[in-house]
């Protein structure tokens, strides 16, 4: 089964080692993927405080243009972010539901040479590499396990709620059981798992919405988690690169390091390091890899 | 010390709008808004409620009552980093983050919103890059907000911007997507009129 690869803004700039190890590992898993030609930005949660016609079909272009390269049958969409993830699924039940937004789509798309069926579902990695390629085969392929490892899988919201479609809204467990497979051993903190991380809000606001990635940080810390995984680049950007700021903000001395969870379970499954962006992180996790690695 | 000149603390009727409430729930995500109970679950389960100056549950109060301006110009609307906690916890099932962007939308739309506030300019300048590349700029939407709002922001943030740099983790020139974003920009006009009109024809049917 091939999938359509739909990357988002962020994975090709600050999110790029999420790119670089998520493809390495679907290459190791077999999952084949192809990037979607012409895509655009799905508009985030900006183009919704904007426009909401525009927020639609920004999204739902990419949806179009998936099934004009593949006419026939149903498609497989692979959003790695979690924006990019809930906003294509938002904008796909937009167009299905509303009849005079989706009366719209098909006609100016019809007239730009694209139409829009509905047959495209979207995927988030942890989903199909949990339920398509199975826990079983991925322990398989860890020929390194993260024997020893602590890791707080940290989920953020926007690919549980509002929609929970492949995971528990409120204990997600697919990132613990995919890390477990890999050999390490994970932590027990539901109320923070898809607590928000403050989003755009920590850089905006700072001292709002820095607390917010700060309450997950000290929490891991105090489970005595290594590392954190995240699965989406917003997320992992905050709990990793503010935390220079949050030294100062808070007077502590927090150094965690905040990684991909494909990071990690590519690293288990004996991919180099250079090929899973772990030089490129701006807290470092090669202490804790070594830990485990002894 | 404390000022002792007497103010009115409730406005008269004239004072609100009093068809803002329909407005609101005429936009989508509004829908449910008047099936509010006000139990103000969503207040306690929103991570960003202790900084607001109406909580969620004030601000469904208020549309309803008519009290835009204190809903369009305050911060509540704009500190909302759209979690969905409240959305999920709702026991009305009211989609609270989305009547969220339609306050978002409105605040807009009426050039209502607070000026230096950075989180409607973000939306603004994020919605501007797209809207010339097709792609979104980290560097080049961060800069411009702080540029508008609070550049001394841009020198607090200069140290972590570098080390992104040399790692490769921004772009300093502007990505652009493959293909002309001058289709994208005339397809979204289309849909936007095309919808447009089909409203208004709905409108006068009704």
Same mark, same amino acid.
């Given at each position: 089964?091939?999938?359509?690869?739909?990357?988002?803004?962020?994975?090709?700039?600050?999110?790029?080692?999420?790119?670089?190890?998520?493809?390495?590992? @679907?290459?190791?898993?077999?999952?084949?993927?192809?990037?979607?030609?012409?895509?655009?930005?799905?508009?985030?949660?900006?183009? %919704?405080?904007?426009?909401?016609?525009?927020? %639609?079909?920004?999204?739902?272009?990419?949806?179009?243009?998936?099934?004009?390269?593949?006419?026939?049958?149903?498609?497989?969409?692979?959003?790695?972010?979690?924006?990019?993830?809930?906003?294509?699924?938002?904008?796909?039940?937009?167009?299905?539901?509303?009849?005079?937004?989706?009366?719209?789509? +098909?006609?100016? !798309?019809?007239?730009?040479?694209?139409?829009?069926?509905?047959?495209?579902?979207?995927?988030?990695?942890?989903?199909?590499?949990?339920?398509?390629?199975?826990?079983?085969?991925?322990?398989?392929?860890?020929?390194?396990?993260?024997?020893?490892?602590?890791?707080?899988?940290?989920?953020? =919201?926007?690919?549980?709620?509002?929609?929970?479609? !492949?995971?528990?809204? !409120?204990?997600? %467990?697919?990132?613990?059981?995919?890390?477990?497979?890999?050999?390490?051993?994970?932590?027990?903190?539901?109320?923070?798992?898809?607590?928000?991380?403050?989003?755009?809000?920590?850089?905006?606001?700072?001292?709002?919405?820095?607390?917010?990635?700060?309450?997950?940080?000290?929490?891991?810390?105090?489970?005595?988690?290594?590392?954190?995984?995240?699965? =989406?680049?917003? =997320?992992? @950007?905050?709990?990793? =690169?503010? +935390?220079?700021? %949050?030294?100062?903000? @808070?007077?502590?001395? /927090?150094?965690?390091?905040?990684?991909? !969870?494909?990071?990690?379970?590519?690293?288990?499954?004996?991919?180099?390091?250079?090929?899973?962006?772990?030089?490129?992180?701006?807290?470092?996790?090669?202490?804790? /890899?070594?830990?485990?690695?002894? | 010390?404390?000022?002792?000149? &007497?103010?009115?603390?409730?406005?008269?009727?004239?004072?609100?709008?009093?068809?803002?409430?329909?407005?609101?729930?005429?936009?989508?995500?509004?829908?449910?808004?008047?099936?509010? &109970?006000?139990?103000?679950?969503?207040?306690?389960?929103?991570?960003?409620?202790?900084?607001?100056?109406?909580?969620?549950?004030?601000?469904?109060?208020?549309?309803?009552?008519?009290?835009?301006?204190?809903?369009?110009?305050?911060?509540?609307?704009?500190?909302?980093?759209?979690?969905?906690?409240?959305?999920?916890?709702?026991?009305?099932?009211?989609?609270?983050?989305? *009547?969220?962007?339609?306050?978002?939308?409105?605040?807009?739309?009426?050039?209502?919103?607070?000026?230096?506030?950075?989180?409607?300019?973000?939306?603004?300048?994020?919605?501007?890059?797209?809207?010339?590349?097709?792609?979104?700029?980290?560097?080049?939407?961060?800069?411009?907000?702080?540029?508008?709002?609070?550049?001394?922001?841009?020198?607090?943030?200069?140290?972590?911007?570098?080390?992104?740099?040399?790692?490769?983790?921004?772009?300093?020139?502007?990505?652009?997507?493959?293909?002309?974003?001058?289709?994208?920009?005339?397809?979204?006009?289309?849909?936007?009129?095309?919808?447009?009109?089909?409203?208004?024809?709905?409108?006068?049917? *009704?």
């Amino acid at each position: 089964m091939k999938y359509v690869y739909y990357p988002g803004c962020s994975l090709k700039s600050s999110g790029k080692p999420y790119e670089e190890s998520l493809l390495e590992v @679907f290459k190791k898993a077999g999952v084949e993927v192809e990037e979607l030609g012409g895509w655009n930005c799905c508009g985030a949660t900006a183009y %919704m405080s904007v426009d909401e016609s525009d927020a %639609m079909a920004l999204a739902g272009r990419n949806l179009a243009l998936a099934e004009k390269e593949h006419p026939e049958g149903r498609i497989e969409m692979i959003a790695p972010c979690n924006a990019c993830y809930l906003v294509l699924m938002k904008a796909k039940k937009q167009i299905e539901e509303r009849a005079h937004l989706g009366a719209a789509v +098909q006609d100016a !798309f019809s007239r730009a040479g694209m139409t829009y069926r509905g047959e495209v579902t979207i995927r988030h990695p942890l989903d199909v590499l949990v339920n398509d390629v199975g826990l079983d085969r991925i322990k398989e392929l860890c020929t390194r396990p993260l024997k020893g490892l602590k890791v707080a899988c940290y989920y953020g =919201c926007q690919i549980v709620r509002p929609y929970a479609t !492949f995971d528990d809204q !409120f204990n997600p %467990m697919t990132m613990d059981n995919l890390l477990r497979a890999a050999g390490a051993e994970t932590v027990e903190w539901t109320s923070m798992k898809a607590r928000c991380c403050g989003g755009t809000l920590t850089g905006t606001i700072d001292s709002a919405g820095q607390r917010l990635s700060y309450i997950i940080l000290k929490e891991a810390r105090r489970l005595q988690a290594d590392v954190v995984a995240t699965a =989406c680049p917003l =997320c992992q @950007f905050n709990l990793e =690169c503010y +935390q220079g700021s %949050m030294r100062k903000r @808070f007077d502590d001395d /927090l150094e965690m390091p905040s990684l991909f !969870f494909s990071q990690l379970l590519g690293h288990a499954m004996g991919i180099k390091r250079r090929k899973l962006g772990l030089q490129d992180m701006l807290v470092s996790p090669r202490k804790a /890899l070594k830990a485990c690695e002894a | 010390m404390k000022s002792l000149e &007497i103010e009115r603390r409730i406005k008269y009727e004239s004072e609100v709008n009093p068809d803002f409430g329909k407005e609101i729930a005429s936009m989508t995500g509004g829908e449910d808004l008047y099936s509010c &109970i006000q139990c103000g679950t969503c207040s306690s389960t929103c991570p960003v409620s202790i900084y607001m100056h109406y909580t969620p549950r004030r601000v469904i109060a208020l549309t309803r009552a008519g009290f835009e301006d204190e809903v369009l110009t305050h911060n509540t609307i704009w500190l909302c980093a759209s979690c969905y906690a409240c959305t999920v916890d709702c026991p009305k099932e009211i989609r609270i983050t989305d *009547v969220m962007y339609a306050l978002k939308r409105k605040a807009i739309e009426r050039g209502a919103y607070p000026r230096r506030f950075p989180v409607p300019a973000l939306a603004k300048e994020f919605y501007n890059s797209v809207h010339r590349s097709g792609r979104s700029n980290e560097i080049h939407t961060v800069t411009k907000t702080f540029l508008k709002t609070n550049p001394l922001k841009l020198f607090k943030n200069a140290a972590m911007g570098i080390k992104l740099l040399l790692r490769g983790r921004l772009q300093i020139r502007e990505e652009k997507m493959e293909g002309a974003p001058a289709e994208v920009r005339e397809l979204l006009d289309a849909v936007r009129q095309k919808r447009k009109g089909l409203e208004q024809e709905a409108a006068k049917t *009704v």
